[in-house]
C-alpha cells in the first residue's frame, strides 16, 4: 500500500502526516509514506485544498486534516 501525504509543508500538512504514521503503526500495516510537497504534482491529483491523503493513487482525504478514526475506516 502507498499513501500519500499532498501537502507544501503548512503545519496542517505536517500533523495530517503524524496522524498517517501513528495509525500505520498502530495497525501494523505495510505501507510506504511519501510525502508530496511539489505543487505541481499536487495538482496533478486535482487537488486545490491541503493537506491531501490518497491511498494507492486515490485521493480519499483533501483540505481537512483527518481523524485517526477516519484514516483507521479508510486503511483497515
Known amino acids: 500500500m502507498k499513501i500519500q501525504i499532498l501537502g507544501t509543508g503548512c503545519p496542517k500538512c505536517e500533523k495530517t502526516a ?40 486515490q485521493v480519499k482525504i483533501a483540505g481537512r486534516v483527518p481523524s485517526a478514526r477516519a484514516l483507521k475506516k479508510l486503511l483497515d
Open 18 to 57: 503524524k496522524v498517517v504514521r501513528e495509525v500505520v503503526e498502530e495497525l501494523g500495516l505495510d505501507a510506504e509514506i511519501e510525502k508530496v510537497t511539489d505543487l505541481n504534482e499536487i495538482m496533478a491529483f486535482n487537488v486545490m485544498m491541503t493537506p491531501a491523503v490518497a491511498i494507492d493513487g
